[in-house]
């Protein structure tokens, strides 16, 4: 009895981030349609040839996306907001790209859709849209166009599909008085013409991705699980529901219940689940477990999984599938491509081709059919495994020592937000609605090529730290011209917002070409924590105070926060996360002071992930919220009365976490609210939030430039919501992957809407 060996998911970009360059290409008008399709063609075959010299049973088709997978089931079902002008017919590839950013190479620019974290990941998708009188139809053949690409190079084909109920579960409702759920009927039926269409097309199996189920599920939403596939039951496919990213929970009775042929588990991250599902599983149904963890980077402990899944093999037979966790978009394509990692750190790891071979291990060992590699591979991790665990890289007692001695008054600033906004305003004298950016400025490809040259030896440290000095004055000298009131020194210097961080840190390691996509294009190479973490020397102060010189504003020191860090790196999974947090927190304490103690009058700790940790399950909420709010506090609370401290968060629904953020009590928070038209705002002016914040009035992540009137409006909107005293003027986000010349005249813009602003509520 053989143990089925599948994916739920693949990485799309490329081992070396082809799709991002080849849809970048696109998109400036470097490479045509037809270019950007062979490319996908091509990037799409290598992914399924990699999964078939592995050892799958199934390729799996669907995963692939130009920009993003959830965006595909939009434009698939015909759901285009009415702004981006459809009247019938196949949706295109442009109008996807308009949808995703506002603009393509054809078609008129609009608004683009709302985008925010995949549950609890650093992945971003596009938030469905619907209206009233919305209808679905199949506008799209693309899906169907793939599985005959697969079909003809003679692979087995499962397709994966986000669900019907996590896409409805996942979409927003935008007229008033619109229930989500009134679509369902509607919804079901055309997947159940998809269904039809794929089974025409030769598809057996089609994995239906429905990780909403691992969340707190209203009734009624657990009514329309039953319902969906009570109709899709008759479909002439085998369904396989992929649950994942934690347990289904109180849901798992419902899950095994669906009138389906298959279920998928997530054993990673809730390997207490497993033996519960088996109990209750029907006797006619498969379960796929997912024994690898899609979502971190370490090598497994085959030798354990094997004991631990040997029941779940006695009790099924070949009804037992084996899968990573959840898909690997989230991990690195090849740890064959790091070519300088440390050899004994490298053995350490696993990216999305060794996961895959990983698993199909495991099935061998499961089934008694061990061939020599097999047996190779599980001898090479259990001595990996057994040296990292014995490796004096990443225990520092001094480390653990310092966390011992912290207190709760280290996580209290001085004085209440009331006393410290006197004392700042009368430091900084500030006008009304201040203006500031969040922190980075474009990224050109000359800071690209001196950082390239640098890394190369073409350039010394000093050429190269001088290069850096004329780019960080020319961001000064322009922030001057527009007359922003707090500039920034636009991090000419800094490679990305973690990894900088992380280079100066012990305890850290980093990649080559460990890219993961964060959204689109962008593309995130996050470092990977492997011990104990503490901070050598100053990492930003010269660079802050040099930028301070060049003028009397006030000069915004920048530092990414502990959380941050820590979600968009790859953790140690050795010790609990909390306990790495605070590791970061203390670093970053001390680069608060040495900035204070150089003259920096306003300091930010960003910390757009902070609601992305948050937890799937309510009930893991608070533990979560008070370890990540008090590795916050623990950074800034060094800070003296007088010294402002801002924090940024971007991309996520703040109401769950309102009291969190105001706990935080940092001086000022910037938010994305353009894209939302403010409404994000409602959460912080229903609490009655007591603090300052700038609600971003530049969707950073558009090539479209607002107008100074549409900025005016979304702070008019603001001002109704928050007191006009509190308010700040600033974008979205950083703008590190704008060029110039979208960015001088957007900044322009937003400038001028500051003054206006003054005028009208002076």
């Known amino acids: 009895m053989t143990t089925p060996v599948h994916t739920l998911g693949y990485p799309r970009i490329g081992a070396h981030r082809e799709l991002k360059k080849a849809v970048e290409a696109y998109w400036k008008g470097e490479l045509d349609r037809d270019g950007l399709e062979r490319e996908g063609t091509r990037l799409r075959k290598t992914h399924w040839q990699d999964q078939v010299d592995a050892g799958l049973d199934l390729v799996t088709v669907g995963d692939f996306a130009f920009y993003d997978q959830v965006l595909n089931v939009s434009v698939m079902i015909g759901a285009v907001p009415p702004r981006f002008g459809r009247t019938g017919g196949e949706v295109d590839l442009d109008t ?90 509607e919804l079901v039926a055309t997947y159940s013409d998809i269904l039809g269409r794929l089974a025409s097309a030769g598809v057996e199996w089609v994995q239906l991705d429905e990780p909403a189920l691992v969340q707190d599920l209203p009734s009624d939403w657990q009514r329309a699980f039953e319902s969906a596939y009570a109709t899709l039951q008759s479909t002439p496919v085998k369904l396989l529901v992929a649950s994942y990213f934690g347990g289904l929970g109180d849901n798992l009775g419902l899950a095994v219940a669906l009138p389906v042929e298959g279920l998928h588990v997530d054993v990673v991250r809730a390997p207490q689940q497993l033996s519960a599902v088996l109990d209750r599983l029907p006797s006619d149904k498969v379960l796929s477990v997912g024994a690898i963890d899609g979502r971190n980077i370490w090598r497994a402990d085959l030798t354990r999984l094997a004991g631990e899944l040997a029941d779940a093999k006695a009790r099924l037979g070949d009804r037992l599938w084996l899968a990573p966790s959840c898909s690997l978009l989230h991990v690195p394509v090849d740890l064959d491509n790091e070519t300088g990692l440390d050899p004994e750190l490298k053995s350490w790891l696993a990216f999305a ?53 912290v207190s709760a008054a280290d996580t209290r600033r001085g004085n209440v937000y009331a006393v410290r906004a006197s004392a700042q305003r009368e430091r900084l004298a500030l006008p009304l609605f201040p203006t500031t950016s969040i922190g980075s400025f474009p990224q050109t490809q000359e800071i690209r090529a001196a950082r390239r040259d640098f890394k190369k030896g ?82 930003t102060v010269r660079w802050s105070q040099y930028a301070q010189s060049l003028t009397d504003k006030p000069m915004k020191g920048m530092l990414t926060g502990p959380v941050t860090i ?69 950074s800034a609370a060094v800070a003296t009365d007088e010294t402002q401290i801002h924090t940024h968060m971007c991309y996520a629904e703040f109401n769950d976490i309102i009291g969190a953020i105001a706990a935080m009590d940092a001086d000022v928070i910037t938010i994305e609210t353009s894209r939302s038209d403010m409404e994000l705002l409602d959460a912080f002016q229903d609490f009655d939030y007591p603090n300052e914040i700038g609600p971003g009035v530049y969707d950073i992540h558009s090539p479209n430039i607002p107008e100074r009137a549409w900025m005016v409006d979304l702070m008019t909107k603001a001002a109704e919501k928050i007191a006009p005293e509190r308010l700040w003027v600033n974008p979205d986000c950083g703008l590190k992957t704008r060029g110039w010349a979208e960015v001088e005249p957007a900044l322009a813009n937003m400038a001028e809407a500051a003054r206006e602003l003054r005028k009208r509520y002076a």
């Open 96 to 185: 996807s790209f308009r949808m995703a950013r506002g603009r393509a190479p054809s078609g008129e620019p609009a608004a683009a859709c709302e985008m925010t974290k995949y549950f609890d990941t650093n992945y971003h998708y596009l938030v469905p849209e619907l209206y009233q009188g919305q209808t679905f139809c199949i506008a799209s053949e693309r899906l169907f166009d793939e599985v005959a690409e697969a079909r003809a190079e003679g692979h087995p084909v499962k397709v994966a599909l986000t669900g019907p109920v996590t896409w409805l579960w996942l979409a927003k409702a935008k007229s008033d008085g619109l229930e989500r759920l009134s679509l369902l009927d």
């Open 353 to 405: 081709r060794q996961k895959l071979g990983e698993v199909v291990t495991l099935a061998h060992v499961l089934d008694g059919t061990e061939t020599a590699t097999d047996r190779q591979r599980v001898e090479e991790a259990s001595q990996a495994l057994a040296a990292r665990r014995a490796s004096r890289r990443i225990h520092k007692p001094r480390v653990a020592e310092r966390l011992a001695k």
């Open 458 to 539: 073409i350039l010394d440290l000093a050429d190269y730290e001088a290069r850096m000095r004329e780019e960080i004055a020319m961001v000064v000298e322009r922030q001057a011209q527009l007359g922003l009131d707090v500039p920034v020194h636009g991090e000419a210097e800094r490679n990305d917002m973690v990894e900088y961080f992380g280079e100066q840190l012990d305890g850290f390691a980093f990649t080559q070409n460990g890219w993961v996509q964060s959204y689109g294009s962008r593309c995130v190479k996050p470092p990977v924590i492997f011990g104990d973490v503490e901070r050598p020397a100053a990492m």
């Open 566 to 634: 820590l979600q968009w790196s790859f953790v140690r999974d050795d010790q609990p996360r909390a306990e790495t947090c605070r590791q970061i927190a203390l670093a970053l304490r001390d680069e608060v002071a040495d900035l204070e103690r150089a003259g920096i009058a306003i300091i930010q700790i960003d910390e757009p992930a902070l609601r992305e940790g948050l937890p799937l399950r309510q009930a893991e909420w608070q533990a979560y919220l008070d370890w990540a709010v008090e590795c916050f506090q623990l």
